[in-house]
């Protein structure tokens, strides 16, 4: 027994380790489970980002199925994404923005809302305007409620304000038609 323990347990360890270390190895970290699939959307009351004095719960997401895109004007990915997203728009997508910006944190620096809406103007003009409206996360409550790692990130969620699908990640044509092009149509067609 004394021997087991001076070779056996260290050999066990190694082995455990080198089997964590290769399964992280071949993971793909945007492949992450969100721990909100199935549930829905967490409560929340927050402004609607170009009207202020407009506010949304999660009761926005009643009655038709919905891809709630993280962004923000600062994310080079989320730029390069928006195009697409506009295009998802035209087809008829229902999608929303959660929007929110780091230079309104106090840690980055003050700025104001409306040069915050400026700027989202600018970037929507620029490169398309995929959205219905955007939900303006300014403490980013909501987005840590979700789970959410950094932008972009897109949500699926049911006309009954479940969560079916989450994606880090940019969205586009590969990753629309591998992850969410049937289970949309599957939510759409049970509407």
């Known amino acids: 027994m004394k021997k087991f323990m001076i070779f056996g347990l260290p ?5 455990a380790l080198l089997v964590f270390l290769y399964k992280g190895l071949f993971s793909d970290p945007r492949e992450l489970e969100s721990s909100l699939l199935q549930q829905t959307v967490p409560h929340f009351n927050l402004p609607n ?3 202020v004095d407009e506010t949304f719960n999660q ?3 009643l009655g038709k199925v919905t891809l709630l895109n993280v962004w923000g004007v600062w994310c080079i990915t989320c730029a390069i994404e928006l195009p697409y997203l506009t295009q998802l728009r035209q087809e008829g997508k229902h999608i929303v923005g959660l929007y929110y910006d780091q230079d ?3 840690d980055f620096g003050q700025k104001t809302v409306q040069r915050v809406q400026q700027e989202v103007q600018q970037k929507l003009a620029q490169l398309g305007n995929p959205y219905a409206f955007n939900i303006f996360d300014v403490k980013r409550n909501l987005s840590l409620d979700l789970g959410v790692t950094g932008a972009p990130e897109t949500f699926l ?3 009954h304000g479940r969560i079916v699908l989450h ?5 586009n044509p590969r990753i629309w038609d591998k992850k969410f092009a049937s289970v949309y149509a599957g939510l759409v067609g049970a509407q």
């Open 167 to 171: 994606h880090i990640g940019d969205l």
């Open 59 to 61: 009761d926005v997401f």
């Open 104 to 106: 309104i944190d106090p």
């Open 157 to 159: 969620i049911d006309q």
């Open 11 to 15: 050999l066990f360890a190694f082995v």
């Open 49 to 51: 980002l170009m009207q």
